[in-house]
Structure formats: C-alpha cells, structure tokens
C-alpha cells in the first residue's frame, strides 16, 4: 500500500486514500461542532432566557483562551507523543465532554465544559494540520488540500444551521450534543484506520519551558510568519466586524429581518468559497506573498465600504467582498507555516499559528462589539478599515519580497548533546566509541564553524534568522 497521490490525477489529493479518510474526519466532526453551536444557543436560551447572547459571548471568550493558552503547550511538546494515539484520544475526550452538556443545569457548567471541550480541541486541531503536509508531500497536491478545508470550514457555517434546523424537526436539541458526540467517535474510527505517518522524534536543547514556548518563540523570529500575524489581525478585524455587527447593521440600520442576516452572513462565507476554490490555480503561477497582500487590501477597501451605509443590494456585495478578502489570506497561510517549519517541528509551528491566530480574534471580537456599540456601525467601519490597512502594510515590510527558502548563513563552534542522526549538521564519524552508532543516536559532539546554505528555518541549529542571505 502507498501514500503517494495517484500519479494520474497528481493534483487532487482525494485520489490520496488516506487523506480522503481524514478529510472525512474533519467534515465530520466540523458538521457535529456546527450542530452543537446550534444546541449550545437553545440550551443557554432555556437556562437564562432573554441573557443568552452575554452567556453564549462569555462561552466564546472562554473557547478562545482555552486555544490561546493550551495549543502552544500541546505543539510543544508534540514531538514527546506518538501522533496517531494522541489523535484518537483528543478525539474520544471530546466525544464524552460533549455527551455531558445536556445534564448541565447552572451557566457556570456552560463555562467549564466549553473551556475543557476547546482545551482538546486546541491538542487536536493543530497536531492534525501538521499531520496533512506529511501525507501531501507535493506542495501544489498540498495546496488543494488547504482549498478543501478552507471550503469546508464555510459550508459548515452556511450549512450547520440547515442540518440543525432540520434535525430539530424530529428531536430535542439533546439530540444535537448526542450527534456531536457520535460526530467525534466516527472521526476516531476513520483515524484508527489511516495510515497516519509517525512524527519524526526531535530532542530539544534546553528545558521544559524552553519546548512549551519552542513554537512560539520560533514562530515570530521567521519574518514570512510574523508577517502573517500582521495579516490575521487584519482577518480578525475583518471577520469580527461582520460576525459581530451584521445583525446590528442590517436589523437597527437597514430595518430588515433575520433571513436577512443569514442572507448577509451567507454572502461573506460565499465571497470565502469563492477565493478558495480559484486559489490552488492561481498559487501555482504566482507566490503566496503577493496573493495575501492582495487579501489584506480587499478587506480594508471591504470594510471601509461599510461606512458608506450600503442598501441591501449593495451590502451583499460587499459583505461578498470582505469574504473574498479573508479567504485569500487564510487558504494559504498553512502553505506559509509548513514552509518554515522542519518535518519534525512541524506540530509546533502549527499550534503556534492556531493560538496566535485565535489570539487575534480574541482581541477583535469584544474591540468590534465595543465600538460598534458606542461609536455605530459606520464609524466603527472606517477605524477598523484603518487598522487592517496598517497591518497589510506591515506585513508587506515584514515579508521580505526576495523570500528565499535557501539561505546562506553561518554557524558558530559549538559542543553539545541531543539526539540526532548522521545529515548535513551531524557528519562527524567520532565520539562513537563504546556507543551504539545507529541513528538515531545520543552522544556529545562539536560543531565546527562553518558558512553553508540550504532551506532555512528556525530550530534548535538555527535559532535566528540570518541578516543577510547573500554568499
């Protein structure tokens, strides 16, 4: 049996058997989380009635500490776990946390399952993204695989409350959470059979603390990703503004209904389709740099269209806009991570993409219903279209333009020890003596000094980005 994407069809990676199995994992939990969201409204409804709104905003802040703080910890100390197990258990934890809501009677228990479901999600949501760039070695097979996730995530969002609303023709909402939960084991069972490819075993330098924030820290010395920080601000600012004051605009501005707010909201996940779909043709002809940049400049234009107070007609335009925008920036920023991440480090770039990402929306989200509350709709449009186009143009200097994977760079002497194997870092034939010389191996060695060039990241080799790449 092979991985490998039928040669016939090289760009589709559902000829990949094992990525259609976990391309099915994660259609099918995001559709039991969106059945859930739906459940978790009407449950909140029942327990406080007319408060739900501020328990439901008070359940999403604490969904979004949990990611922050918990997916760096896991991407961390990924390298210690056998990725597979990991996976099923995130998953199988899940599934009885979520069995557990319909037997919560006080808001405090909304709080703590929320907090806890999101803590495994934060282990599992990452580590199964740095799982995909192994099975999808080829980077434009890799590429349509973002595109379908990107494309499932939106129609989870259209299509969840369609699913719910019919399911809630034949059962109670408890039989929402009961489908969530079966949602989380069949995603378990579909991993159990794939042929999950081992994670490649790393050992730091340093101590506990120094492999928790190793993502992190990493993370923000390569200058492509914290570049991409300054874009998701930009998508946090964009997408907060739409989540959080649709309603408001189109019910208080506009005097329009509710089916008017799904429409709306639908054309920001439609101008999202969009992008993701035309994506993977356009990324094999032009670089990811230009591509986000672009994104990062329709949603500023997008945003700031709002406070032109547009009619409806003209509000789903550019409500279409703004998604289009999003979708640009995000459908290939896990193209941006892989590339500057190792093989082995991989789980812990990710994890500190999704904490950082989330971070963004953590700070957007309350900043977008604050103003829009004190300042109106409008006003609040030209400030956060302010901001997105400072941080556009932040990352279009942050992003070198010239973005080598190669790099000519230099290295100190150095003497140490950590697990290793025999590469272009580690070609020494010493220090072996009375030791087991199979490789992986363990033993102390010296580095001497040398200037050399390869594709460049940031690991416990290279711990800064080099300030010149030039020979």
């Known amino acids: ?55 439901l905003g008070t359940a999403l802040a604490f969904k979004m500490i949990a990611y922050v703080v918990f997916a760096p910890i896991v991407g961390g100390l990924a390298h210690r776990f056998s990725r597979k197990p990991f996976l099923i258990g995130m998953d199988i934890v899940r599934a009885a946390i979520v069995l557990a809501m319909p037997f919560v009677t006080q808001v405090w228990q909304i709080y703590l399952l929320i907090f806890v479901l999101n803590l495994f999600s934060a282990g599992f949501k990452p580590v199964f993204a740095a799982t995909i760039p192994d099975i999808l070695p080829e980077e434009r097979a890799y590429t349509r695989a973002l595109s379908m996730s ?37 995603s378990a069972v579909l991993i159990v059979v794939t042929a999950v490819p081992a994670s490649q075993q790393v050992s730091r330098l340093g101590n506990l603390w120094s492999e ?16 991409l920080c300054a874009l998701y601000l930009g998508v946090s600012a964009a997408s907060a503004m739409i989540i959080v ?76 806009l703004i998604g289009l925008g999003w979708s640009l920036v995000q459908t290939p ?57 400072v941080f556009t143009v932040l990352a279009a200097r942050l992003w070198p333009r010239d973005d080598a994977v190669v790099l000519v760079h230099e290295h100190q002497s150095v003497e140490h020890s950590h697990e290793h194997s025999h590469d272009e870092h580690h070609d020494h034939e010493g220090n072996h003596a009375g030791l087991n010389a199979d490789e992986p191996h363990t033993h102390v060695h010296a580095h001497a000094a040398v200037r050399h060039s390869h594709a460049y990241v940031i690991d416990d080799h290279h711990a800064s980005w080099p300030a010149s790449s030039t020979p």
């Open 1 to 55: 049996m092979t991985n490998a994407v039928d040669a016939s069809e090289p760009l589709n990676p559902l000829r990949n058997r094992e990525f259609r199995k976990l391309f099915s994992a994660q259609v099918i939990a995001l559709v039991g989380t969106g059945l859930s969201t739906v459940a978790l409204t009407l449950l909140a409804y029942d327990l406080v009635g007319g408060n739900a709104a501020a328990v």
């Open 212 to 227: 928790i924030s190793f993502g992190t820290v990493s993370y923000f010395k390569t200058p492509r990703l914290r570049a």
């Open 333 to 389: 920023a896990g193209r941006v991570v892989n590339r500057s991440s190792s093989a082995a480090d991989r789980s812990a770039f990710f994890s500190a993409q999704f904490a950082i990402s989330h971070a963004c929306w953590l700070l957007f989200y309350p900043i977008a219903g604050q103003l829009g509350t004190r300042l109106g709709v409008e006003t609040t449009a030209i400030w956060l279209a302010g901001g997105i186009a």
């Open 245 to 320: 004051n649709t309603v408001i605009y189109v019910k208080e501005n506009l005097g329009l209904t509710s089916t008017d707010v799904a429409a709306a909201l639908a054309a920001a996940g439609g101008g999202s389709m969009i992008a993701a779909l035309t994506l993977p043709k356009v990324l094999d002809k032009v670089a990811d740099r230009p591509v986000m940049l672009m994104g990062g400049a329709v949603m500023a234009v997008g945003v700031f269209l709002i406070s032109s107070g547009p009619q409806f007609p003209q509000m789903l335009g550019v409500w279409f």
């Open 150 to 186: 990107r494309l499932a995530y939106d129609l989870e969002n259209l299509l969840s409350p369609t699913f719910a609303a019919l399911a809630l023709l034949f059962m109670t909402y408890t039989g929402l959470f009961i489908a969530n939960s079966v949602a989380f084991l069949i």
